[in-house]
């Protein structure tokens, strides 16, 4: 059977995903003999830097891109598609489509709400407006952050998930009942956030290395399309040793790099007309790889004051190994907002002066991070008390057992 989406550069169809909101050049098709480029994107200005110049309101051109990402996160086209018709009106993709929105449904009316209202009467009053988050080991869990922060105008996430390919339009090779793999794998790597809340990385391993869902820009793509976004342009780039954004020629290109900074630039659009960037970056963020990546530090002391937003994360930050990254939050931080699986207790009140703002309840971490429980915090939770949180959050899912926090540094 074959493929409708590869993963190849090769193809006599291609739908091309660069959208230059300086060009605003339309998405082009090659279809001739010579379209055999290895390319995804066109080049572009490579003395780029990270700093989000605007949010004035940029109008999408690229049909192309609001096509897959409706594709990919189940989402019915109202009006004519110009380039994947014959998917949208497949048995299989309406099957999907149907499950996913049902379940989909289930989980805006539930859990996102709940998540929107805390944001509103918590987020709001303890945080404020949040310019730029920063969310280092986040897998592709933008659903979250965009969630909690959408008025931030730039999005930095990390996590040793790959980047993954674009799917590619093969034209002379329609065969649309073929999708029902791809279908079946988005489902599958859902799991755990539309259950838990978070990514199991040991999951997302298998889940994102497979020709079909091959990293995590197909789910970067649903969940911003399902929270009421636009994609304008997703360009692959990678972090030079000055600390600036390099745009590759396309994306099988930078799966070929060494493994530092891989990463993808999306520019989308709100629902309220505003223009902002998300950037993921595939690396290993333990102090071994940082001190061999002097680049990505230059890139992080370049982000400036940034707010963190940190869930699920393994509690990698509680081991001496994870020293500058830990470091990096905590000096460029205004405000940390975490589950206890971040940043340990102890180093806030060892770097300066915060304030807490807890709620939920602080319990025994779950058996397989047993190690990690935090006296300190427990008997802190105690003193101060906490306010009721509302829905269940990190490893200790449940709304009775989950814990969170805002820490505000104090001048």
Known sequence: MNKVFKFLPFLSLIILIECSNNSGKEIREDKGANAKKD?????????????????VFIPCVSDSLKELAMLISGKKPVGETKYLGKYFTSKQYKNFADNFEKKWHSYDTSRIKQLIEFRKTELTTNVGLTKKLFYPFSGPDILYGY??????????????????????????????DSMDVYYKKI?????????????????????????ELDGTLHLLFLFLTRTG??????????????????????????????????GIEIVFNTSDNKTKKLYYYSLNLADGGLKANKGMMKYLGNMGEVNTYLKGASYLMHE?????????????????????????????????KWKYTFYGTYVKP??????????????????????????????????????????????
Request: net charge positive.
């Open 39 to 55: 390319s995804s994107v066109t080049a572009v200005d490579t003395t780029s830097k990270t700093e989000v110049e605007s949010n």
């Open 147 to 176: 969630t909690f922060f959408p008025d931030a105008d730039e999005y930095i996430m990390m996590g040793l998930e790959p980047i993954g390919t674009m799917p590619i339009y093969d034209n002379k090779n329609q065969t649309p």
């Open 187 to 211: 489902n599958t790597s859902l799991h755990a956030i539309l259950k838990y809340s978070f990514f199991r990385t040991a999951a997302m391993k298998t889940d994102l290395k497979n020709q």
């Open 229 to 262: 976004n636009t994609i304008c342009s997703a360009k692959p780039i990678t972090i030079d040793s000055t600390g600036t954004i390099k745009y590759m020629d396309s994306f099988p290109k930078l799966a070929k790099r060494s493994p530092l900074n891989k």
């Open 320 to 352: 001496t190994y994870f020293s500058m990254i830990r470091n990096v939050i905590l000096n460029q931080s205004k405000h940390v907002i975490q589950d206890d699986s971040g940043i340990a207790f102890k180093y806030f009140t060892q770097n300066g």
């Open 366 to 411: 779950i058996s397989l991070f047993s190690y990690a429980y935090q006296k300190d915090l427990d008997s802190t939770y105690k003193l101060q008390g906490s306010k009721p949180l509302g829905f269940g959050i990190g490893y200790n899912f449940k709304d009775k057992n989950s814990n969170f926090m805002i820490a505000t540094k104090q001048n």
